[in-house]
């Protein structure tokens, strides 16, 4: 099984386990439903949940959280991210990440979401993706750009 950013799926951890005898000490052993139970979870959760969460201050020009399901270290350098003009925003992936055991693993974004933290209920963040860039653009409810503090999420 490769790991992220692949999305995983119930399949790539193995078949469903099975209790060789009953479970005696759950201290020391662990019983296969739960076992079977956290696969199933893990694999649900991969498939709906973001890869990628931002935080980015428009304002200040700074990306204040970067969050990577496939760096649970956090040990990855923040992703480039350019002001290109007020309210208008770039972030750019790389086209690969290591998984687990370092294995390069080509990363495509699929869609993103992204939303106005605080400011005005009409403020609006829209993303686009092209490749591996995600272009933000911030307006108010005039349709006038904006510079915001924006959460976004990355598939």
């Known amino acids: 099984m490769?790991?992220?950013?692949n999305r995983p799926a119930r399949v790539a951890f193995g078949p469903t386990m099975e209790n060789v005898r009953p479970v005696t000490n759950p201290v020391k052993e662990l019983d296969a439903d739960q076992m079977n139970l956290s696969f199933w979870q893990v694999a649900g959760a991969g498939r709906v949940l973001p890869l990628a969460v931002f935080v980015?201050?428009?304002?200040?020009?700074?990306?204040?959280?970067?969050?990577?399901?496939?760096?649970?270290?956090?040990?990855?350098?923040?992703?480039?991210?350019v002001?290109?003009?007020?309210?208008?925003?770039?972030?750019?992936l790389a086209?690969?990440?290591?998984?687990?055991?370092?294995?390069?693993?080509a990363f495509v974004p699929?869609?993103?979401?992204?939303?106005?933290?605080?400011?005005?209920?009409?403020?609006?963040?829209?993303?686009?993706?092209?490749?591996?860039?995600?272009?933000?653009?911030?307006a108010d409810g005039?349709?006038?750009?904006?510079?915001?503090?924006v959460l976004i999420l990355v598939w």
């Open 2 to 5: 490769t790991g992220f950013p």
């Open 56 to 81: 980015y201050d428009g304002t200040t020009e700074q990306l204040t959280l970067q969050a990577l399901a496939f760096d649970p270290r956090s040990e990855l350098d923040d992703v480039p991210v």
């Open 83 to 92: 002001k290109n003009a007020t309210g208008d925003y770039t972030l750019t």
């Open 95 to 105: 086209s690969t990440y290591k998984d687990e055991v370092g294995t390069n693993v």
């Open 110 to 138: 699929r869609a993103a979401m992204a939303y106005v933290q605080g400011g005005n209920v009409q403020d609006q963040a829209v993303p686009t993706i092209a490749g591996q860039t995600v272009n933000v653009k911030v």
């Open 142 to 149: 005039t349709d006038a750009a904006i510079d915001r503090v």
